[in-house]
């Protein structure tokens, strides 16, 4: 009997306290409210339970609905703080350091996502100095749902730009938002949504992508469970003759027919061809006496694919995939004077592997600095088989797929009032630039209905230079990808950051991230901000022909064009009516350009710096902003 009267007892007990009331994860300690707008909190609680919130002295009394679920909305405050916010019910939440300033939402893939951390050579100063409270980061984890938006996301706070938790802030929104606060001395806020290596779609809503019958079928699919088939296992790799006994970065291992192969540079451009697999090299360095016994610093630049760093058989760290740079710290009393064997494991699984060129090859430590760039000796551990017809294929990325990231990392803010957008993508969508300019005004039509916010402005960033220099006039993905963002323009309250000039050739993350943020924050200031500015880098508007020549005009010049290097203005392309496009002659006349070449009689064609990485994209304004690249025929 009396575990009868227990069990309903406890019963109760639990929906009592599951009937508190709740916030999502993004009402914290130390958020900002963006200012000068009526804001939104919101949360659930039991059915029908009265909730009472005192903000500035007043009360605001809601209630949750039947389904538990409840909002109240703040007036307008201006920007301040800090405040305290206190939502009684069942329970008591008090929010504490809140503050009302503007808050800027920022996404897109890798180059959004890069944090101060990964660059911390560039900027060590600035993470070293930061001490701005003001500037308050929301970090988004990583999620992703192919089901349907969720209300809430699965973790994350609010930190501030300090040097406690300044490493963890984009590199670009940290400093578009620094510039902001330089200018207007208002808090800031960055919800930081963003994932590497992922598409546009992927970042939109289902309704937004109801005109595009692909990812309307892919949608489809992803959610029918039925047709979802586990994807077998991939074969295991085969065995990697330098990790049997004796491991060849062991001190033990006498080294055997090993090769001569430089470093940095691609194995596969040094004789051995087409190789997937494993490739370990190793060099004995000389270590000087003043850097024996002391902890140091090695920067291998940048590996394809992964790698393991080894001296005098200490493993001292590794990398699983190529994209950061490695920068390893060597602890104390692994170094002795004299010889030092360094060894490297590198994994390539496609293309072209081993280290990246042009990139930092050394090791350091106080004043000291060894060079580790020259011949190594190599051997090959493994060769990885080509993938057999009837291999089973790789299991999918939910992180790829459309609405995937919307549904798991956008929609549990919309709720949260906003001052604009910010938007660093694109990469990932160069395999198919054509398709690019309806899926990214889709997405900003898009999230503009998801915050009921028709004007909302979207700030985006154009793609950097990168891979390989061309010097012959070519077909470039990236070129049509950028020409798709410059098209995008056309939708109305955006803002383009030229970044043509800011890239490197064997880099897709540049460090250049200041500038990125500074150029966008030049847009946010004009376009936002109403200042009466030259934002933006010399946009094309028209062309016309006369002869031979091509008078072309362009928006955002200032008080006239110019070159950086004070030369003629360089990559322009001209053709006929047959498309193909030869090198021009070009000439600055004020605001406009007139190209030419005495290879085309009727130019019909014209396009700058059309390549994936243009050689010297040199057209520039009196504010020293870079033009955009752009494709364009006679009208």
């Not at 670009?172 to 938002?177: K, L, P, Q, S, T």
């Not at 997405?443 to 154009?462: A, E, H, M, N, S």
Request: charged share 20%.
């Amino acid at each position: 009997m009396k575990k009868e009267l227990l069990i309903p007892t406890l019963l109760l007990m639990s929906s009592l306290v599951s009937a508190q009331v709740k916030l999502p994860q993004l009402l914290r300690d130390s958020m900002i409210l963006q200012r000068d707008q009526p804001v939104k909190l919101w949360g659930t609680a039991a059915a029908n339970e009265k909730i009472n919130i005192q903000f500035k002295g007043k009360t605001y009394r809601t209630k949750a609905d039947a389904n538990g679920k409840w909002q109240q909305q703040l007036p307008p405050t201006a920007a301040g703080g800090p405040y305290q916010i206190d939502i009684t019910a069942s329970n008591n939440i008090r929010l504490r350091d809140v503050l009302f300033g503007d808050v800027w939402f920022c996404s897109g893939q890798s180059n959004m996502v890069h944090q101060l951390n990964v660059h911390d050579v560039t900027y060590a100063d600035e993470i070293a100095t930061a001490n701005n409270p003001e500037i308050r980061q929301f970090l988004v984890p990583n999620a992703a749902n192919l089901f349907g938006p969720q209300s809430d996301l699965n973790g994350g706070s609010w930190k501030s730009a300090t040097s406690n938790d300044i490493r963890q802030f984009s590199a670009v929104a940290y400093f578009f938002a620094k510039q902001l606060y330089a200018q207007y001395k208002i808090p800031i806020g960055i919800i930081n949504a963003s994932v590497g290596g992922t598409p546009v779609d992927a970042w939109t809503s289902e309704a937004g992508l109801a005109g595009f019958p692909a990812q309307v079928a892919t949608i489809a699919g992803n959610k029918d469970t039925s047709r979802q088939v586990k994807p077998m296992p991939p074969a295991p790799p085969p065995p990697d003759a330098g990790m049997a006994t004796p491991t060849w970065f062991s001190t033990s291992y006498q080294p055997e027919n090993w090769r001569t192969i430089n470093i940095p540079g691609y194995w596969e451009d040094q004789g051995l061809r087409n190789l997937d697999g494993v490739v370990w090299y190793s060099r004995e360095i000389a270590i000087p006496q003043s850097m024996a016994g002391k902890s140091a610093k090695v920067f291998l630049g940048r590996i394809t694919d992964a790698d393991e760093l080894y001296i005098n058989g200490v493993k001292i760290g590794n990398t699983t995939y190529q994209y950061p740079q490695r920068r390893y710290t060597v602890p104390a009393n692994v170094l002795k004077p004299g010889l030092n064997r360094f060894v490297v494991r590198v994994t390539n699984y496609s293309g072209k592997g081993g280290f990246v060129p042009d990139k930092p090859y050394c090791i350091f430590s106080g004043t000291d600095t060894v060079d580790l760039k020259g011949y190594w000796q190599y051997k090959v551990g493994a060769v990885f088989p080509p993938p057999a017809p009837d291999a089973p294929k790789p299991p999918m990325q939910a992180i790829m797929q459309p609405t995937a990231l919307f549904n798991a990392m956008v929609a549990p803010e919309i709720n949260y009032a906003i001052k604009g957008i910010c938007w660093y993508q694109g990469e990932a969508d160069t395999f198919h630039p054509n398709d690019y300019t309806k899926l990214l005004s889709a997405l900003i039509y898009d999230w503009r209905k998801q915050w009921q916010r028709p004007d909302l402005p979207f700030l985006y960033v154009q793609l950097p230079g990168f891979m390989d220099y061309n010097y012959l006039p070519s077909e470039s993905n990236w070129a049509a990808l950028r020409e798709a963002q410059r098209k995008t323009l056309s939708v109305p309250n955006t803002a383009m950051a030229v970044a043509i000039d800011l890239g490197e050739w064997n880099d897709i993350h540049p460090d250049n991230k200041k500038e990125v943020g500074d150029r966008l924050a030049l847009a946010a200031r004009k376009l936002v901000y109403k200042e009466n500015i030259i934002a933006s880098g010399p946009l094309y508007l028209s062309a016309e022909a006369a002869g031979n020549k091509i008078t072309l005009s362009f928006s955002d010049t200032g008080t006239g064009l110019a070159t950086t290097d004070a030369g003629a203005p360089a990559t322009f392309e001209i053709a006929g009516a047959d498309k193909k496009f030869v090198w021009a002659e070009a000439k600055i006349e004020g605001d406009k350009v007139v190209v030419w070449s005495n290879n085309v009689a009727s130019p019909v064609y014209v396009r700058y710096a059309w390549s994936d990485n243009p050689v010297n994209p040199n057209l520039i304004n009196s504010a020293k902003l870079p033009a955009s690249p752009f494709q364009a025929g006679v009208k």
